[in-house]
């Protein structure tokens, strides 16, 4: 069983940068893509960004390319989400995901994230 929680969210204004975190316990962490999602007020949870277990690979929504940059640090549990350049339309509850699938090619999809966090608010002001 694997906990996840995320930390970094906050308010901003748009224009600026927030780095998300999300630690993880219980399990091996190298063997698992991470993935960021994201969930807007009266919205459908989106998929925003994804770090294969190898490190190598990364995927994103296209409302994020080029603003955010996903990443992990295995030695310390943790998958990064850099955001910068943020719009009002960024704002949501951000959730961290697990999958367990050593042998997923691309980014993994709601049903198919095994593990997710409590989630971060991040509100983006105009």
């Known amino acids: 069983q694997v906990q996840l929680v995320e930390s970094g969210g906050g308010l901003v204004q748009a224009g600026g940068s927030l780095t998300l975190s999300c630690g993880a316990s219980?399990?091996?962490?190298?063997?698992?893509?991470m993935a960021w999602f994201r969930q807007a007020p009266g919205k459908e949870r989106e998929f925003v960004a994804a770090?294969?277990?190898?490190?190598?690979?990364?995927y994103y929504g296209d409302s994020v390319k080029g603003r955010f940059t996903i990443s992990r640090d295995n030695a310390k549990n943790t998958a990064y989400l850099q955001m910068h350049s943020l719009k009002p339309e960024d704002t949501a509850v951000y959730y961290c995901?697990?999958?367990?699938?050593?042998?997923?090619?691309?980014?993994?999809?709601?049903?198919?994230?095994?593990?997710w966090g409590q989630g971060t608010q991040v509100t983006v002001s105009s």
């Open positions: 995901a697990a999958d367990w699938d050593l042998e997923r090619i691309g980014p993994p999809t709601i049903n198919e994230s095994d593990y």
């Open positions: 770090v294969s277990w190898t490190g190598t690979s990364t």
């Open positions: 219980g399990g091996t962490f190298s063997s698992y893509t």
